[in-house]
């Protein structure tokens, strides 16, 4: 693998065991859309299979760290023979980044929210600036968390606070998430600081144990999440053709409170 790997929109950048996959759509807070989904799927595999490297951190380049799924596809209405195979290429990233035998770090500046935070919540560990915002906030244009969040939820909350944290969809300040359990670390000062310590920290231990440990649980769990990825891509085809839907991306649009019907 080449030391520094770019792409439009996702770069990859080598520095001694530790590997930096960077979201690169800054000018759209690193929206995730079909490309870049590739992206990252690409070259987690191919840092996957590589015998260099032990850590990978993965973050988005400019003000965010990725704000959700691109705009431009909500707003498509996609039939089930084009939404089903996007919907596939997300549960393959997923599964990629949360099988990746190497140990991950989601190293959140800004905004993390909707897919963007189902993405950081497939890593290993989650380092978050002070001022960083987490929202799992689908249910605010009616539709159901993807990209396997009823099981990362389910696994660090339990049933019932994934279920209300789910039903409010609000916007979480980085304290808020580390009191729940859904972020590890605050960084106390620069974010890139805090990354290389922690990375550091893991460099000086044992990894290759760490990484069977995290493989074994991995391979334990990939029938559940497997599972609830399947039942998040027909029950996301469902939750887009209602009117609840429809009204939150109008709301979305004009930048209001939507309505909603229960329809």
Excluded: C
């Excluded at 260099?52 to 704000?67: Q, Y």
């Excluded at 190293?107 to 929210?113: E, L, N, R």
């Excluded at 334990?220 to 039942?231: F, G, S, V, Y």
């Amino acid at each position: 693998m080449s030391t520094n790997f770019v792409t439009d929109k996702v770069r990859v950048k080598e520095e001694g065991r530790v590997a930096t996959v960077e979201m690169n759509r800054p000018e759209s807070l690193n929206a995730l859309d079909v490309e870049m989904i590739k992206g990252l799927v690409a070259m987690l595999k191919e840092i996957g299979d590589s015998d260099e490297i032990d850590i990978v951190v993965l973050t988005g380049r400019g003000k965010a760290f990725s704000a959700g799924g691109d705009i431009k596809t909500m707003l498509s209405n996609m039939d089930p023979s084009e939404f089903y195979p996007v919907m596939d290429l997300i549960s393959e990233l997923v599964i990629t980044l949360y099988g990746l035998p190497k140990l991950t770090i989601s190293a959140i500046t800004g905004a993390a929210a909707g897919l963007g935070f189902s993405l950081a919540l497939a890593s290993d560990y989650i380092i978050a600036e002070k001022d960083s915002k987490l929202a799992m906030n689908f249910i605010g244009i009616g539709l159901i968390p993807d990209g396997g969040s009823h099981f990362f939820l389910e696994k660090r909350l339990g049933e019932m606070k994934a279920k209300q944290l789910i039903w409010d969809g609000k916007m979480m300040s980085s304290e808020e998430a580390l009191t729940v359990g859904l972020i590890q670390e605050i960084a106390a000062g620069e974010l890139q600081e805090a990354v290389h310590k922690k990375a550091a920290d893991w460099l000086s231990r044992p990894v290759q144990a760490m990484i069977k440990t995290k493989k074994i649980l991995a391979e334990k769990n990939r029938p559940q999440l497997l599972k609830i990825l399947e039942l998040e891509k027909h029950g996301q085809l469902k939750m887009r053709q209602t009117q609840d839907h429809q009204e939150g991306i109008k709301a979305f649009i004009e930048k209001r409170k939507p309505i909603f019907i229960g329809k």
